[in-house]
């Protein structure tokens, strides 16, 4: 009988040793596929954090281009307006000189046709004063008529002559402006086709990047679905361990009471031990629960950790609060102390913990942007770690809540 004993208590060890051998290889081949699948979700999240970064500053680009172009726009048009206005002045100054080279033909025709007349009819003239004249200052007078008509003649013909090259002087300047403005308005318009082509570039450049972003996202969905599903095989395979670990203290227990007074002693010999180790074990939950207590917290008690780091330096990619970190890196690290596991990704954090409204903000909410993240700290106010003017121009510093639009607003506690 005894001996049949241990047969069976040899079979059940091997059953059980074979048990725990199995459970053990399936525990430790999730365990090594949730590590892969971390190990790729943080190279994609380093990838979307990249890619974000590279969004937001195309979309700066893209903004000044914009900006430049209604600038271009509009000196182009206004440079229109002003080549209308000397085409109606230039068209006013040929019009005024037709009527100059006019006048001045008409007055020097006429002052011909005087001129011809006095010289042709001049000794009949003068022989006329002579005759007819009361006294010899009559005769002066008479003379200095003649004189005088020509000399009028001959200061208006001069003075039409004036008139008519001050008016083409007006023509050649009001062309050359003309000109001018024109060589201007094709200046604007060839900026306007380069800016218009380089906004076309950079905008397909950024629709490569939502691509690029939207193939990212769906990766490290999967990925993380892929350590969902290890975590849920492992706590299974635990769990499994744990019920056979039990049942075949029992059995051994069973076997051991029904063998011998000697194996009874035994038996009270384990059982004082299992009592001794669930003593210790109730101790190792009651230190592991004490533990989780210390690493909870607050909206409050991270916000006031967060603040701590004020002034280290802005580094892409980064997760170091005392080197250097990124927004994403930042909001995660800060977390990661009160043992809150986030993802370092600023699109991802958009979905952690749950929704409030931007008017029920509370110190410790995560604040989400397009393309940047933060933490409320009180007062319209997020401490971020931001990589952008004003000085400094890097680092962890405070910043507005309200500088750009709010996307939505995270809390985890």
Do not use: W
């Not at 892929?226 to 395979?237: G, K, L, S, V």
């Amino acid at each position: 009988m005894k001996k049949r004993l241990i047969a069976l208590g040899l079979i059940a060890v091997m059953v059980f040793g074979g048990t725990q051998m199995a459970g053990a290889t399936g525990l430790s081949e999730a365990k090594s596929k949730k590590s892969e699948a971390q190990s790729n979700l943080n190279s994609v999240q380093s990838q979307i954090s990249s890619i974000e970064a590279q969004q937001a500053d195309l979309q700066e680009q893209i903004d000044a281009l914009d900006a430049e172009l209604v600038e271009v726009i509009i000196n182009i048009n206004t440079t229109k307006t002003d080549i209308e206005n000397k085409k109606i002045e230039l068209a006013q100054a040929q019009a005024d000189l037709e009527v100059a080279k006019e006048t001045e033909e008409e007055q020097y025709e006429s002052m011909k046709e005087r001129i011809c007349y006095m010289y042709e009819n001049g000794d009949s003239s003068f022989l006329t004063a002579l005759m007819g004249a009361d006294s010899f200052a009559d005769v002066l007078n008479k003379l200095e008529s003649y004189s005088t008509v020509y000399e009028y003649d001959r200061s208006l013909l001069i003075e039409y002559q004036n008139t008519k090259l001050e008016v083409e002087n007006l023509v050649a300047q009001v062309e050359e402006e003309e000109a001018q403005l024109e060589e201007i308005q094709a200046t604007y318009e060839e900026q306007q086709t380069e800016l218009e082509t380089m906004k076309a570039t950079k905008s397909s450049e950024l629709e490569d990047f939502d691509a690029k972003l939207a193939e990212a996202e769906s990766l490290a969905a999967q990925y993380e679905a892929t350590i969902a599903e290890q975590n849920e095989i492992i706590a299974a395979a635990q769990a499994a361990a744990a019920t056979t670990t039990v049942g075949s203290v029992t059995s051994g227990s069973s076997s051991v009471s029904t063998s011998s007074s000697s194996t009874s002693s035994s038996s009270s010999d384990s059982s004082s031990a299992d009592s001794s180790s669930s003593s210790s074990s109730t101790s190792s939950s009651s230190s592991s629960s004490t533990s989780s207590s210390t690493v909870s917290g607050s909206g409050s008690a991270v916000a006031n950790y967060a603040c701590q780091f004020i002034g280290n330096p802005y580094v892409y990619g980064g997760t170091s609060l005392t080197s250097g970190c990124d927004c994403s890196g930042f909001v995660m690290s800060v977390y990661a102390h009160f043992g809150v596991s986030l993802p370092h990704s600023s699109s991802a954090l958009r979905s952690v913990g749950y929704a409030v409204s931007v008017s029920d903000m509370q110190p410790g909410d995560i604040v989400c942007y397009s393309g940047h993240v933060g933490i409320y700290v009180g007062n319209n106010t997020i401490v971020n770690a931001s990589n952008s003017k004003p000085y400094p121009a890097g680092g962890i510093k405070y910043t507005s809540a309200t500088y750009k639009s709010i996307i939505t607003v995270r809390r985890i506690f």
